[in-house]
Structure formats: structure tokens, C-alpha cells
């Protein structure tokens, strides 16, 4: 029996190209998982799929005109070139794919992408709705979780084996990425603390990656690590100890790089801790007010209704001393993304906006975090809807929690 065809249901991406190559972008795009519409004439900065543009058959006219829209409304959506990318677009960060063979990758590449401009959006929300409170953009009690994430490019399997094993005992994750592109990618989500890179020869991905770095594309704590090859002098080894932040020797073993990272990505911060604020933070829990968390829960409503992203709301009471709401704050801002917010909306409630989060995706998360939680907090979660407002929604917090239904279902 043949398996249904949800293709209709792929994300949507807009292709800039003339026939024929139309229809093998079309063709290779759908096989990718995509679902490609042909652009029109007259680009809508404010949609929210991204543009896939065949730099080879895109007109000078018509690539000038999307750069000036997209200036003027300065718009977030995604822009993705094919072949070499256009002067007139390279303000604006584009994904860029060399040859067609890297279509295949392009879902995974643009859900990254989309989540760091979707964290960015988050984080400027964020910051208007402090300012609007009184507050400046720079606080903020969350703690920084990027900074025990490290990304690895260059060397082979036993050798990322031995380093992330290494690396989790000192409480740090690693993750490996493939080429030099994808380590682009998820280094703009902002999520990581350092990269590892490992270029063995020249033209290799660990080079590639190196020559083209430059620190101002990154977060600023981002930590370049370059670690030697073990196979002699590479030819460019004084250019890219230049750019590293650290350069670590051939001999060194796994667990001594490993304790030198934690080291580094944990030392305390030089700015000092952020200044609380009664307006914006509970100063016993050191989570976000009820007052800030309503502002910025019907600004990021607003948003949604723009943008079409899911909103999820978890709501937390405590029924028993067990804990106290600051010990399950902590442990809920070891867990929480950047772009999710955690706040006590009463002396034994706290409440969580998780924005471009679905239903299942709150569920996953409030059940993972049950061992901590303990037994006496029950909770329950929302996805907002078109027809709810911020006061059905804070409404919807008092009715009875679903933790018992949703455990016997």
C-alpha cells in the first residue's frame, strides 16, 4: 500500500529562476522536502517563507529591486542563493549553496537558520517590552546556556568520540557539523560557547571554515579553539593561530582539552550579574513578574498573528513544599531555549511562553522536566489560538491542570 503524499503540508520556500531551470530546482527542492511556489514580481518583505534565488538566470533589475525592498522594510525573511551570491544581496546574510548538490541538506540548513531568526526576533521583542517596563535591553536573569555548548568541525569519528565523551564529564555538550556551511548555520543560532576546528590539509573543510572566519559575524563570547593536526606544519598554521582565540597542541589528550574548555566557557562573566528590577523580575525567584510577563505575552500574541508561528504557554503550581518555586525556577532556566521566557505569576505559580512552539512540543518539554519538578507540581499547557486573548489565557491558568488526564491517556 502506498504512503500518503504530505508534501502539500512542507514548509513553503519562493524560487527566483527562469525554465528550465524552474523546473529542476522545482523537482529537487520538492525531493528535499520543501514545497516551492514560483516567485511573482513585486517580493512581500513581510512573509515569512524564505526565498530560494537562482543567481545564474536572476536579472540585475530584479535582484536591485528585492535588495531595496528588503532595506527599507528591513525585513527577516530568509534569502537563499544558488551559485555566487549577488553584491547587492550579501548585506542580508543569504543562505548560500554552491552547486545544486546541496539542496539536499537545504530543509535541515533553513529550520536552523529560521530558529536564529526567530531568536532574534524573540530577543528585540524582548528588549521593547523592558523598555516599555522602564527597564534597559541589557537585563535579563536568564543564564546564558550557549556558553556550555561547543560546536566541532574537522578530524573523524573516534577522534569526536573521545572529545565529546570527554567534554560531557566536564557538563559541556558537544555536536559535530559536517562542512564548513553547516557550521555557519548553527553557529548564527547563537547557541554555542566555542567552535573546535581541526583543519588536516588545504581545501578541507577545517580550512575552509578558518579562512573565511571573521569574529564580527558571531557572537562576541563565541571562542574560535584551533587544535593542531598531528601531521607536521600546516601550511596556513601561523594565519589561523592569528584568528584563534586558543591554540591547542597535537599531544594533548581529550580529557586535558576538555578540562581547559570548561575552564575558559565558565569563567565568570567581566560585566557583572545583571540588576534586577521589581517591575520586571520577582525578586525572590529571580524569574520575569506577572507585570512583564502579561506585557510581553500580548506583544508576542501580536506577532503570532503576523508571523503565523505557534505560541505555547505551560503553567506550573506548586502544591507542595517540597521544593521551593525558586529551586524550580533554576532548574526550568537550565532547560528553557533563549527564546522562551519562565515567570512566577503568584507565590506558588509560574507560567512559560514558548513561542514557534506547537502543543506536542510544550508537552515534550513540561514531561521531561517532571524528575525535576517533583511530584507535588502540577501543570498544564495551551496552544494559543486566534480566538483566545491574553485574558482568556490567564483565565484559562486557574481552571483544574491536566497532568493527571494527560498521564492516564
Given at each position: 500500500m502506498p504512503l500518503p503524499d504530505y508534501r502539500f503540508d512542507a514548509p513553503s520556500i519562493e524560487v527566483l529562476s527562469a525554465s528550465p531551470r524552474l523546473e529542476m530546482l522545482q523537482i529537487r527542492l520538492r525531493k528535499a522536502g520543501l514545497r516551492p511556489v514560483r516567485a511573482e514580481h513585486g517580493f512581500d518583505p513581510r512573509l515569512t517563507h524564505p526565498i530560494f534565488i537562482d543567481a545564474a538566470t536572476a536579472s540585475s533589475h530584479s535582484l536591485s529591486g528585492l535588495a531595496k525592498l528588503w532595506h527599507e522594510a528591513q525585513s527577516?525573511?530568509?534569502?537563499?542563493?544558488?551559485?555566487?551570491?549577488?553584491?547587492?544581496?550579501?548585506?542580508?546574510?543569504?543562505?548560500?549553496?554552491?552547486?545544486?548538490?546541496?539542496?539536499?541538506?537545504?530543509?535541515?540548513?533553513?529550520?536552523?537558520?529560521?530558529?536564529?531568526?526567530?531568536?532574534?526576533?524573540?530577543?528585540?521583542?524582548?528588549?521593547?517590552?523592558?523598555?516599555?517596563?522602564?527597564?534597559?535591553?541589557?537585563?535579563?536573569?536568564?543564564?546564558?546556556?550557549?556558553?556550555?555548548?561547543?560546536?566541532?568541525?574537522?578530524?573523524?569519528?573516534?577522534?569526536?568520540?573521545?572529545?565529546?565523551?570527554?567534554?560531557?564529564?566536564?557538563?559541556i555538550d558537544l555536536l559535530a557539523a559536517l562542512s564548513a556551511y553547516t557550521a555557519k548555520d548553527y553557529l548564527a543560532t547563537g547557541q554555542f560557547g566555542a567552535i573546535l576546528v581541526k583543519p588536516e590539509e588545504d581545501g578541507d573543510q577545517g580550512s575552509r571554515f578558518l579562512e573565511g572566519f571573521r569574529a564580527s559575524d558571531y557572537d562576541a563570547r563565541l571562542a574560535l579553539i584551533v587544535l593542531e593536526s598531528g601531521r607536521g606544519q600546516h601550511p596556513l598554521q601561523q594565519k589561523l593561530a592569528e584568528k584563534a582565540h586558543m591554540l591547542i597542541g597535537a599531544s594533548e589528550r581529550p580529557e586535558t582539552v576538555a578540562e581547559t574548555l570548561s575552564a575558559y566557557l565558565n569563567a565568570p562573566p567581566t560585566t557583572g550579574s545583571p540588576r534586577l528590577t521589581s517591575a520586571i523580575h520577582d525578586l525572590k525567584t529571580g524569574l520575569y513578574s506577572r507585570t512583564f510577563f502579561e506585557a510581553h505575552l500580548q506583544a508576542q500574541m501580536d506577532e503570532a498573528d503576523v508571523s503565523g508561528?505557534?505560541?505555547?504557554?505551560?503553567?506550573?503550581?506548586?502544591?507542595?513544599?517540597?521544593?521551593?518555586?525558586?529551586?524550580?525556577?533554576?532548574?526550568?532556566?537550565?532547560?528553557?531555549?533563549?527564546?522562551?521566557?519562565?515567570?512566577?505569576?503568584?507565590?506558588?505559580?509560574?507560567?512559560?511562553?514558548?513561542?514557534?512552539?506547537?502543543?506536542?512540543?510544550?508537552?515534550?518539554?513540561?514531561?521531561?522536566?517532571?524528575?525535576?519538578?517533583?511530584?507535588?507540581?502540577?501543570?498544564?499547557?495551551?496552544?494559543?489560538?486566534?480566538?483566545?486573548?491574553?485574558?482568556?489565557?490567564?483565565?484559562?491558568?486557574?481552571?483544574?491542570?491536566?497532568?493527571?488526564?494527560?498521564?492516564?491517556?
Open positions: 527577516s525573511r530568509l534569502l537563499i542563493v544558488l551559485g555566487d551570491v549577488p553584491q547587492a544581496l550579501r548585506p542580508f546574510s543569504p543562505l548560500h549553496l554552491s552547486d545544486i548538490d546541496q539542496i539536499n541538506a537545504l530543509c535541515a540548513r533553513v529550520a536552523i537558520r529560521k530558529r536564529e531568526i526567530k531568536r532574534r526576533s524573540e530577543l528585540a521583542l524582548r528588549a521593547e517590552t523592558q523598555r516599555k517596563l522602564g527597564g534597559g535591553p541589557d537585563i535579563d536573569p536568564m543564564t546564558p546556556r550557549a556558553r556550555l555548548r561547543v560546536l566541532y568541525l574537522g578530524g573523524g569519528t573516534p577522534e569526536f568520540v573521545s572529545l565529546k565523551s570527554a567534554l560531557h564529564a566536564q557538563g508561528d505557534p505560541l505555547s504557554i505551560i503553567h506550573l503550581r506548586q502544591r507542595g513544599a517540597t521544593t521551593t518555586l525558586k529551586d524550580i525556577g533554576e532548574a526550568l532556566n537550565r532547560s528553557l531555549r533563549e527564546t522562551d521566557i519562565a515567570a512566577a505569576i503568584s507565590t506558588n505559580e509560574i507560567c512559560i511562553s514558548m513561542p514557534a512552539t506547537a502543543y506536542r512540543g510544550a508537552i515534550g518539554f513540561v514531561r521531561r522536566m517532571e524528575p525535576e519538578l517533583g511530584p507535588l507540581v502540577e501543570w498544564k499547557a495551551i496552544e494559543r489560538r486566534k480566538f483566545h486573548t491574553l485574558k482568556s489565557l490567564m483565565v484559562g491558568f486557574a481552571l483544574p491542570p491536566q497532568r493527571r488526564m494527560l498521564r492516564e491517556a
